[in-house]
């Protein structure tokens, strides 16, 4: 059997036989992809309003990111770190490009879970302290310390008890933040928008007390940014806010789908950080960063961050301006947006997916609308389209 034959019905038996039913799957089967569409096995178009989970910023077969890549992938695919690298080299000057000030020192993973893992044990390393404050609400990834950083009791009973001491305070309450960061506090984690939460962005006030308390009391703050990161009209969501952390961290979209991690440390931060302390056999390795090179470049020379901020604006008024007695609020930033329902989200998704529109939950009442940058206005017309007929 090659992989021309497999139909829908094919591949979705092969799946539920061979994989863990760890996932909700949907019935189709999505086979390739072109620009702003995705297409399914049996050759049906839809438009992508979710880019796997935000990371497709620019797409599907971008030529300019695929020719990138096979060049690559022609030279040197595979590279440990404790090796130069050319284009590892070169992914490092473009994030000096666009990193909060301070923020020069690197640590490149494969994943946005275990970028915020590297987060954490920085933290710990740089004050000698153990306990972390996260908000409710706050999704932060998979594994056993990101896991004890996310709120969610759905992703962390199974697992309990975990071992990294971890306060949870409720979102956006400068108050409580406060209370709860002391003298024994290695770091406060936070989202500068909370995406699996339902798309809430954290005030600026909220942001800038987080730094404050945080500087005070000989704690660090760490941006997780790994959904917020280049999709909200600039590199990275905190800087509203004038905001700079200790340390960021940062995966989906770097890469446009390709795995990577990121985590960005100060000076001070990443001095701590002693030999052998941390590494990663795949992380950083040359076909990853000249994949998150040829994203950057194609963000910056594209001018996508406007086009984000713009189109984004735009989706929220209309969608907002429909009126519909479904839609509770529109919030979101650039091209992450959350509609909020007053009924569970799941039959719009279905609506959606049978007008060829995939889109994605954020909790069991928010519509979640992660698109790739490259959206243009037929984009935009389509999607209000069938968000109109499905929220009648």
Known sequence: MTIATLDTATIGQIERDGQLPLYAKRDIALVRGEGAYLFDADGRRYLDAMSNYGVAVLGHADPDYVAALADQLATLTTGHQSFGNDARAALLLALREIAPPGLARAFLSNSGAEAVEAALKFARLATGRAK??????????????????????????????????VTHVPFDDADALTAAVDGETAAVILEPIQGEAGVHPASDAFLRSAREVTSARGALLIADEIQTGFRTGAPF????????????????ALANGFPIGLTLTSEAVGGSVPP???????????????????????????????????????????????????????????????????????????????????????????????????WEQAQVDELLAALGDVLS
């Open 237 to 252: 969501a905190i800087g509203r806010a004038g905001v700079t952390p200790d340390i960021l961290c940062t995966a989906k």
């Open 132 to 165: 972390v404050v996260a908000l409710r609400r706050a999704y932060h990834g998979r594994t056993l310390g990101a896991l004890a950083a996310t709120a969610d009791p759905k992703y962390r009973a199974p697992f309990e008890p975990l071992g990294l001491a």
């Open 276 to 374: 052998g302390a941390h590494g990663s056999t795949f992380g950083g390795n040359p076909l990853a960063c000249r994949a998150a090179l040829a994203t950057l470049t194609a963000l910056r020379e594209r001018d996508l961050y406007a086009r984000a901020a713009a189109l984004g604006a735009e989706i929220v008024e209309r969608v907002s301006a429909l009126g519909r007695p479904k839609v509770r609020q529109v919030r979101g930033r650039g091209l992450m947006i959350g509609i909020e329902l007053k009924e569970r989200v799941t039959p719009t998704l279905r609506g959606l997916q049978e007008r060829g529109v995939l889109a994605l939950p954020a909790g069991n009442l928010t519509l979640r609308l992660l698109p790739p940058l490259i």
